[in-house]
């Protein structure tokens, strides 16, 4: 079984910053995408950034430049260094691990970050 752990979140003041972490356990395999997914109420889960095992990264376009993912393969742990908060941000942030070349998928239980204007 893969179990994926969150934290991080929070409430922070726009401009400011946070960093959510994500801990894997279980059978994760050697090759893997972890990343960082979020969804607002009403609206589909969208990606925010991900990273693969060889540490090639992928951002969406709305947080290029202001977010930055990472990892730690030893601990099997993916990191979101959120800068440059905006209160449009706001939303529950969910770490995402896919095993390759399988494709499987596994969610964490979700972390909320909530940008104060």
């Known amino acids: 079984q893969v179990q994926l752990v969150e934290s991080g979140g929070g409430l922070v003041q726009a401009g400011g910053s946070l960093r959510l972490s994500c801990a894997a356990s279980?059978?994760?395999?050697?090759?893997?995408?972890m990343g960082w997914y979020r969804q607002a109420p009403g609206k589909q889960r969208e990606l925010v950034a991900t990273?693969?095992?060889?540490?090639?990264?992928n951002y969406a376009d709305s947080v290029k430049g202001r977010f930055t993912i990472s990892r730690d393969n030893a601990k099997n742990t993916v990191y979101l260094q959120m800068n440059s908060l905006k209160p449009e941000d706001t939303t529950v942030y969910y770490c995402?691990?896919?095993?390759?070349?399988?494709?499987?998928?596994?969610w964490g239980q979700g972390t909320q970050v909530t940008v104060s204007s």
């Open positions: 279980g059978s994760i395999g050697s090759i893997n995408v």
């Open positions: 990273i693969t095992s060889g540490h090639r990264m």
């Open positions: 995402n691990l896919e095993v390759r070349p399988f494709g499987v998928n596994y």
